[in-house]
């Protein structure tokens, strides 16, 4: 049952979670946690400490020294209080009206499930959090004193935070691959009586960021075995696609409690865990899957009255949940504002003109599965602490807390694993073909709200009511390499095709996209792989489209006009690469190709669910339809450069940049660029990186352990102002992986180690050891 269907709490319980609230609090208040912060090269950290409560002081100690504002920012947002400090008309860094944020967040984020989140924690994940909040706010304290960095402003809006803004926080994750895309459509529902009332909503960048979500959060995994690999044991490449900006950042950090835990990656804001990294035994990494984490009912609606919906016969009232939202006027006034949001059983109305209509007849209601998903953090640390990967995978099945990513892993025994086991609501082709709306078309799953026997089916071997347990999931576990680039589960590995599973799951038979047929060529053979192929998957910048296209293009251009040739000449001296030196031949392949996209029958040889790998392949050139598609799209292209003020002889690094200025290769993933990138223009002749290749991760197992390479290309600070805002992104340009220090020797040898003691009993003072 969705947590929005839950009866509101009973006073005793109430009453029991406000006691246990207070206690955290107090807690939080009061403690005598201490962590070891030891800095390697670029500033990371490795937090050394003797419990989970002063581990997770250092981690948010030193998060709040490289990332203070941006946390705060952050717990500002999930907290539903932007308009309060910044004005209702003010935009978030995923460009949401502020007011529509608040409006949406202090729905997802009601005090009754946060506290039945926080009380379904273990012990060690709440002193995690409470460390924490504790940690960051030391940091807080001491730059207040300090002076705050630019990126907080007056900084009157930055306050102390509890564990509770961490499990915010936590929720808005969860939301991500679900209710969190429809935010603007669940505060803009409203009933065709009061319409007029509805407030304004620019649904075209929902429905774009909507659309992006996979390729900002897509990512790339290889897992290599024993009969692969270079030295007979496990070897993973790990590159995640994630923002560069906001709260989906990554962090790059090392965790220790001696005897206990030793691991080291990356996490999120707020997260007191490592969620893509490495161990002793293990290495992991995670890529955004294609399986459903939510569905929509199509509410019945009772004729006499569109606020009520017909369930079984019955006639049942939606509830309606006012919100309210402290707003900021231009003169500095505060006033509250009221959205009400409208709940069914199965969760809140959303509305959206033209694809979800609230009318007379039919309402929609969207059922998310990962809100009732508590179990996230406790799955991750878990992840951190395996000592195999039969650890993980028992981890996995049992607490199933991974909420929309699947999870590629690799041993030290050279077992490479691939786990499409994410949270998805149980809904099979038999359920499915019962209750599924014939009149709903895209990729929207749309269920008759009328009839309980549409709810989703329950498991008792699942770890949550409503979800697939996980042996009903896809799993691979292979010898020689399992690989995955946000396509199905289908070919994860091509030998050994998943098949057999529900639509919401996975689907076999779709084309793959041009990343995966990007790896699976690299892939291919009997050939060793060790970390150099692995690392050139990435810095070759190759656009594997171009290998597809080009000849083809070149061919047509033998025959163009006079007004076309700059175009075609750039297209012959390209290299179909989207690296720093590739010229403007990139760009007119960019921009055919995205007018060519809408149009499949371009293709000479189209799909062939028997031949994945190579189909579609070829440009239809020698037809006049292609032709003249090809004509409108060159002449399109040149005359956007043109516009841009981009010159025939500028290159991609002249183009795509970091927001200081430093260059950035790797291009459109849609396009087969390996090292995905998302920039946008942002001047003339500049496109701004937001989004793409995030945390690098290249870990192989020796006898001596695992030895690692790696980069977070933007950095570790989002602080102009830091010594370490910048440098990664330099090395990521100049494609040079640093060894990732894990191992005493390897920290304390490191040239730039640094070390100093925190403790909450001594808050004035840091003990610093060089």
């Not at 304390?748 to 001594?762: F, G, L, N």
């Amino acid at each position: 049952m969705p947590v929005t269907a839950r009866p509101l709490f009973h006073l005793g319980l109430a009453v029991a979670l406000t006691g246990a609230c207070l206690v955290a609090q107090a807690r939080e208040a009061v403690g005598d946690a201490s962590a070891q912060i030891r800095r390697t090269s670029f500033g990371v950290p490795h937090i050394l400490a003797k419990d989970e409560r002063g581990l997770g002081y250092g981690i948010g100690y030193a998060y709040a020294q490289d990332n203070l504002c941006l946390l705060a920012g952050e717990v500002l947002t999930v907290n539903g209080e932007r308009s309060r400090y910044f004005g209702a008309e003010g935009k978030t860094v995923e460009q949401r009206a502020n007011l529509a944020s608040d409006v949406f967040f202090t729905w997802l984020n009601a005090p009754a499930a946060i506290d039945g989140f926080l009380q379904a924690q273990p012990v060690a994940v709440r002193d995690l959090l409470e460390g924490y909040a504790s940690g960051y706010n030391r940091a807080l304290a001491e730059r207040r004193s300090q002076g705050l960095p630019a990126e907080c402003g007056a900084g009157d809006w930055l306050r102390p935070i509890t564990s509770r803004d961490l499990v915010k926080l936590t929720r808005r994750l969860l939301a991500e691959g679900g209710v969190g895309q429809f935010a603007e459509a669940l505060v803009a529902a409203t009933p065709p009586k009061l319409a007029a009332q509805r407030p304004p909503v620019d649904y075209s960048v929902a429905l774009a960021r909507q659309a992006s979500f996979a390729a900002e959060r897509g990512s790339n995994a290889v897992a290599v075995g024993a009969e692969r690999s270079a030295n007979g044991r496990g070897l993973l490449l790990a590159n995640p696609h994630f923002p560069w900006v906001g709260g989906l950042r990554f962090y790059q950090m090392q965790l220790t409690i001696p005897g206990q835990l030793d691991v080291m990656g990356a996490a999120l804001p707020g997260l007191p865990v490592v969620n893509i990294g490495f161990n002793r035994h293990l290495a992991w990494t995670h890529t955004v899957d294609t399986s459903k984490h939510f569905t929509l009912y199509r509410l019945e609606l009772d004729p006499k009255d569109a606020t009520r919906y017909l369930l079984d016969g019955q006639s049942l009232p939606l509830e309606r949940q006012t919100l309210s939202v402290t707003v900021k006027a231009k003169d500095g006034s505060l006033s509250q504002v009221e959205r009400p949001v409208y709940v069914s059983k199965f969760g809140p109305v959303v509305q959206w003109p033209g694809r979800l209509d609230w009318d007379t007849h039919a309402a929609y209601s969207l059922r998310d599965a990962n809100l009732d998903n508590t179990r996230v953090l406790q799955q991750w640390y878990r992840i951190n602490r395996a000592d195999s990967l039969a650890a993980l995978t028992d981890s996995v099945a049992q607490l199933q807390g991974i909420p929309w990513v699947n999870t590629l892993a690799v041993d030290e025994a050279g077992q490479a694993l691939y786990l499409n086991q994410s949270v998805v609501p149980y809904v099979d082709q038999a359920l499915l073909e019962q209750c599924s709306n014939p009149k709903a078309a895209g990729p929207l799953v749309v269920l008759d709200g009328s009839r309980s026997a549409c709810q989703w089916k329950v498991d008792a071997q699942a770890a949550q009511p409503g979800i697939f347990p996980a042996h009903l999931q896809p799993s691979l576990a292979r010898r020689d390499f399992v690989q995955h680039a946000n396509d199905s589960a289908w070919m994860a590995n091509p030998a050994q095709p998943l098949t057999g599973f529900s639509p919401l799951v996975s689907r076999a038979d779709q084309p793959l996209g041009m990343r995966s047929r990007f790896a699976l060529q690299r892939l291919q053979g009997k050939g060793k792989l060790g970390v150099e192929e692995l690392r050139r998957m990435v810095f070759d910048d190759e656009v594997y489209q171009a290998s597809l296209l080009k000849p083809d293009l070149l061919q047509w251009c033998q025959g163009v006009e006079a007004d076309l040739e700059a175009v075609c000449d750039s297209l012959q001296a390209w290299d179909g690469k989207a690296d720093l030196d590739s010229g403007v031949g990139l760009l007119h392949f960019m921009n055919i190709f995205a007018a060519l996209s809408e149009h499949p029958e371009t293709w000479r040889v189209p799909f062939d669910p028997a031949d994945p790998l190579h189909t579609p392949r070829g440009l239809a050139v020698e037809q006049a339809a292609v032709g003249k598609l090809l004509r409108e799209a060159a002449l399109a292209s040149q005359a956007q450069l043109a516009k841009a003020g981009i010159a025939a002889d500028q290159r991609w690094g002249q183009i795509q940049q970091a927001a200081d200025g430093t260059p950035v290769p790797g291009g459109p993933q849609a396009l087969g660029v390996y090292n995905a990138m998302v920039s946008v223009p942002v001047g003339p002749g500049k496109r701004l990186v937001v989004s793409g290749s995030s945390y690098l991760q290249v870990v192989s197992f020796t006898e001596q352990g695992p030895q690692a390479q790696g980069l977070l290309a933007f950095s570790l600070s989002s602080e102009q102002a830091s010594a370490h805002a910048a440098d990664q992104t330099r090395a990521f340009a100049a494609k040079q992986l640093a060894p990732i220090p894990f191992t005493e020797a390897q920290i304390k040898a490191d040239p730039q180690y640094r070390q100093y003691v925190i403790s909450e009993r001594d808050k004035g003072q840091v003990v610093t050891t060089q």
